[in-house]
């Protein structure tokens, strides 16, 4: 069993920045795969970033380039830093765990893009 904890949504202007934290209940180092997902109204939710436990990353095309994962192996925790934030990045972000054949979910954190 892994709970997830996100933090650091909010609302921001076209072009800043915000950082997404994912708290986990279990050593990092352990769990296959964590990534960022997102849904926006009436969309489905999409894979936007991942990180191996061996710390091999990927991004969908639309964050390339602006938006970096990360961890804290020590804390626990994964990062997601987004810069150059659009409209269209508004959505509800969740931290996703893939451990031990499993799929755990954290609840969810708003990012709203907005003038």
């Known amino acids: 069993q892994v709970q997830l904890v996100e933090s650091g949504g909010g609302l921001v202007q076209p072009g800043g920045s915000l950082r997404l934290s994912c708290a986990a209940s279990?050593?990092?180092?352990?769990?296959?795969?964590m990534g960022w997902y997102r849904q926006a109204p009436g969309k489905e939710r999409d894979l936007v970033a991942s990180?191996?436990?061996?710390?091999?990353?990927s991004y969908a095309d639309s964050v390339k380039g602006r938006f970096t994962i990360s961890r804290d192996i020590a804390e626990n925790t994964v990062y997601l830093q987004m810069n150059s934030l659009k409209p269209e990045d508004t959505a509800v972000y969740y931290c996703?765990?893939?451990?031990?054949?499993?799929?755990?979910w954290g609840q969810g954190t708003q990012v709203t893009v907005s003038s």
């Open positions: 990180i191996t436990g061996g710390g091999t990353t």
């Open positions: 279990v050593n990092i180092f352990s769990i296959n795969v």
């Open positions: 996703n765990a893939r451990f031990l054949g499993s799929p755990y």
